[in-house]
């Protein structure tokens, strides 16, 4: 997914990392847990689009296309 982060910054398109799952902050990094493949993840290879109600459906198709060109 990194790599559509570089298309979308060329294309003046907003993309941010995904949030860092609870377990790896440090304040909790100590407890006990379960789990946390899906969660470490998707902080490694996932990818925050752009959203929100002023997004048009023409804004949307030119993101779509810019990330389906990435990959």
């Known amino acids: 997914m990194r790599q559509n982060s570089v298309a979308l910054e060329a294309e003046h398109i907003e993309a941010r ?4 799952p609870m377990h790896l902050q440090p304040i909790v990094e100590r407890y006990e847990r379960s ?9 490694r290879d996932g990818l925050c689009l752009s959203s929100g109600s002023n997004l048009t459906l023409e804004d949307l198709e030119r993101v779509v296309a810019v990330v389906r060109c990435a990959c």
Do not use: C
Not at 17 to 20: A, E, F
Not at 35 to 43: D, K, L, P, Q, T
């Open 17 to 20: 990392p995904g949030w860092k």
């Open 35 to 43: 789990g946390g493949s899906v969660a470490e993840a998707f902080f």
